[in-house]
C-alpha cells in the first residue's frame, strides 16, 4: 500500500488569521442606524436631543414608514423642519486617502420631503457607528399655530324664511 502523504494547511489557516485582522474594513449592508432627534426652542436653542436606535426592514434602505413613525412620535408642541443623514461610504480603497484629505469628503445629505425610502451605501463595518439619521424639530411658535386655524365667516342677514317671507 502506497502511504499518502499529509497535506500542509497550515498556511490556509494562517491567511484566515491573518484576513480576520482586517474584517472590519471591509464593506458591510447597513442593519441599523442611530437616530437624533434634536428639538430646537423658540429661543433657537437646543432644547432636547434624543437619541435611539431604528432597526432596518430592509438592509442599507430606511423606508418612510419608519420615518413617519419617529416624526409622529414627537412633542406635538414642535414641528419637522429638516431631514438629513451622515452615510460615511469610504470604501477599503481610498480609507487612507479619506484620512489625509478629509475635506474632499461629504457624508452629508439633506431631504426636503418624506416622498420616498432614503437609500443608504453600504459601509465599512469599522465605521458602521458613525452612519445617523438627524431629524430637527422647531417649536411652534403662536404665530404659526394662528396661521393654520381657518377662518369662519357668519352672515349677519337673516336668512328667508317662510315666516319671513310673509311679514314684508
Not at 449592508?29 to 436606535?53: A, C, R
Not at 418612510?64 to 419617529?70: A, M, P, Q, R, V
Request: glycine share 0%; proline share 2%.
Amino acid at each position: 500500500m502506497e502511504e499518502i502523504e499529509e497535506i500542509d494547511t497550515n498556511w490556509i489557516k494562517q491567511y484566515d488569521e491573518e484576513s480576520e485582522k482586517y474584517d472590519m474594513f471591509y464593506e458591510e449592508p447597513i442593519k441599523n442606524i442611530t437616530v437624533y432627534s434634536t428639538y430646537i426652542n423658540k429661543n433657537k436653542e437646543i432644547e432636547e436631543i434624543k437619541k435611539s436606535t431604528l432597526y432596518l426592514s430592509e438592509l442599507n434602505t430606511i423606508n418612510k414608514e419608519d420615518i413617519i413613525k419617529l416624526i409622529s412620535e414627537r412633542d406635538k408642541k414642535y414641528k419637522l423642519t429638516s431631514i438629513f443623514t451622515y452615510n460615511m461610504d469610504v470604501t477599503n480603497k481610498n480609507v487612507k486617502d479619506y484620512f489625509f484629505n478629509t475635506h474632499k469628503y461629504d457624508f452629508i445629505k439633506t431631504y426636503s420631503s418624506i416622498n420616498e425610502n432614503i437609500i443608504l451605501n453600504p459601509t465599512i463595518a469599522f465605521f458602521h457607528e458613525m452612519n445617523s439619521l438627524y431629524l430637527c424639530f422647531n417649536e411652534i411658535t403662536k404665530d404659526e399655530k394662528k396661521r393654520n386655524t381657518k377662518k369662519v365667516l357668519l352672515s349677519l342677514s337673516k336668512p328667508k324664511t317662510r315666516k319671513h317671507k310673509h311679514l314684508k
